[in-house]
Nanobody, 121 residues
């Protein structure tokens, strides 16, 4: 599986961004996809995950109600809509694939290269 994350950038607090994760190399609907983020000097942390069909989603408490994960299996793409962004959301965001449904990085097999999100106050 190859994953390509995009859509990061600089945004003011309260603003929105939509990240995309384009996948290739294996039947897209056969695996779940998660988003993680890593801020400078911190561990990589779970953000959200979407199941194979897109019907099941889960979120970290820190983003619940502000972020929405979705997928378009016809386009082999997963999205992360981020609203009401805060300076503490600043991080490199990574998408990753898993054959299960996991909330920790150890459960993920393939990772994209990351896209930087910077939220200014």
């Amino acid at each position: 599986v190859q994953l390509q994350a995009s859509g990061g950038g600089l945004v003011q607090a309260g603003g929105s961004l939509r990240l995309s994760c384009a996948a290739s190399g294996r039947t897209f609907s056969s695996y779940a996809v998660g988003w993680f983020r890593q801020a400078p000097g911190k561990e990589r942390e779970f953000v959200a995950v979407v199941g194979r069909s897109g019907r099941i989603t889960s979120y970290a408490d820190s983003v619940k109600g502000r972020f929405t994960i979705s997928r378009d299996n016809a386009k082999n793409t997963v999205f992360l809509q981020m609203n009401s962004l805060r300076p503490e959301d600043t991080a490199v965001y990574y998408c990753a694939s898993t054959s299960g449904y996991h909330f920790t990085r150890e459960g993920y097999d393939y990772w994209g290269q990351g896209t930087l999100v910077t939220v200014s106050s």
